[in-house]
């Protein structure tokens, strides 16, 4: 089973093969700063990464002949986990979603692709997984309900990984998924459902490499109006130019880690609080599952390095047994969860927003 894999960031692409379990080639486009500045929203890049996609195919001499294109999801509105169709509703979901991110070019680069060749196109597990038991759902506020939008592909992929691994099923276990990147989301499975993530886009859980996590609220609200920012300025504040990169100047965790390790100031105390602020969480995330955690996931790039997890470990090493799963394989878990929709073991959905 041929299956052709589309991933979106925003500055690159990633591609690949997959022939059943095996990748057959793997490809990254990148974006010049200069051709993205071109468009005013992301939106607008559409038809740029679509011939950007089938470039990269004819370069590479990939016969256009598959049986399904999964891409990466998009910031749709909450829904289930699993494998969607790509059909008339998701298309005008992603065109028209809430949050901007290239990730909502995703589905729509698949089905153009799909439609050429004539085979299905579908995602998977994208970011907007909601699962949340209700408890979870209320702020003080009544019209600020908390948003679930978290690293959903991955985590539930090296979940699944873990129970496979373990000879264990994944609707069995109670896990706490720590995804550790540019941005930090730690979830709460508890038999195959997330039941409490925090949102790690924008003013949610521990402050990340470039994420501001939640704030002192009386403090945002005195910035707002301040009078020095504009809105498009302090979402920027929250997701993009917050955490380390507001504090240091910079996103890149093995830097700052190593002069962290040497002592240096104000690395150790900036990501030392990084850290103790990812611990809070899945000390959270415990308490959310009752206190029965089977094994805590760190997941995610920086979970490659050792002064982090080490750091971790002292923190929540008493709760469960801790696995390392470093980086992400959000390629295979795509392949994985095509091959699953076209043989029959998931279900093949469809987005319905409520």
């Known amino acids: 089973m041929r299956i052709f894999i589309i991933n979106p960031g925003s500055t690159s692409t990633k591609f690949a093969l997959y022939n059943d379990e095996t990748m057959l080639w793997k490809g990254c486009v990148q974006h010049p700063v200069e051709d993205l500045v071109k468009f005013a929203h992301v939106n607008d890049q559409l038809q740029y990464r679509i011939d950007a996609m089938h470039k990269t195919i004819a370069d590479n001499d990939i016969e256009p002949h598959f049986d399904a294109v999964i891409a990466r999801g998009g910031l749709l509105k909450p829904t289930p986990s699993g494998v969607y169709a790509v059909d008339e509703t998701l298309r005008q979901g992603l065109i028209n979603a809430e949050m901007e991110h290239a990730c909502n070019l995703g589905g729509l680069m698949a089905d153009e692709l799909a439609k050429s060749i004539g085979c299905p196109a579908f995602i998977a597990d994208p970011e907007v997984v909601d699962e949340r038991i209700p408890e979870a759902r209320l702020s003080g506020l009544p019209m600020m309900d908390r948003k679930s939008v978290f690293h959903a592909l991955n985590s539930k992929a090296v979940a699944r990984r873990y129970a496979r691994l373990n000879g264990l099923k994944y609707e069995e276990l ?14 709460a499975h508890r038999h195959g459902q997330v039941i409490d993530v925090n949102n790690a886009l924008d003013g949610d859980g521990p402050f ?14 005195d910035l707002c109006f301040s009078g020095k920012y504009t809105k498009r300025e302090i979402q920027k504040l929250l997701n993009g130019k917050g955490g380390l990169t507001a504090h240091l ?8 880690a190593e002069r962290a390790e040497a002592g240096e100031e104000p690395y150790k105390t900036v990501l030392d609080s990084m850290l103790y602020n990812v611990a809070c969480q899945v000390g959270a995330r415990a308490v959310s599952l009752k206190g029965h955690v089977d094994a805590i996931i760190l997941t995610g790039g920086i979970a490659h390095n050792s002064y982090c997890v080490d750091k971790l470990k002292e923190w929540i090493g008493w709760i469960a047994p801790i696995s390392i799963r470093a980086g992400e394989d959000e390629l295979g878990a795509l392949s994985f969860n095509a091959r699953s929709a076209m043989n029959g073991d998931f279900e093949i959905k469809h987005y319905r927003p409520k």
Do not use: K, Q, Y
């Open 249 to 256: 100047g910079t996103n890149d965790v093995a830097v700052v």
């Open 208 to 221: 990340s490499p470039e994420r501001a996590g939640t704030l002192p609220a009386g403090s945002l609200v």
């Open 174 to 187: 109670d896990l706490i998924i720590v995804h550790l990147g540019g941005g930090i989301s730690i979830g």
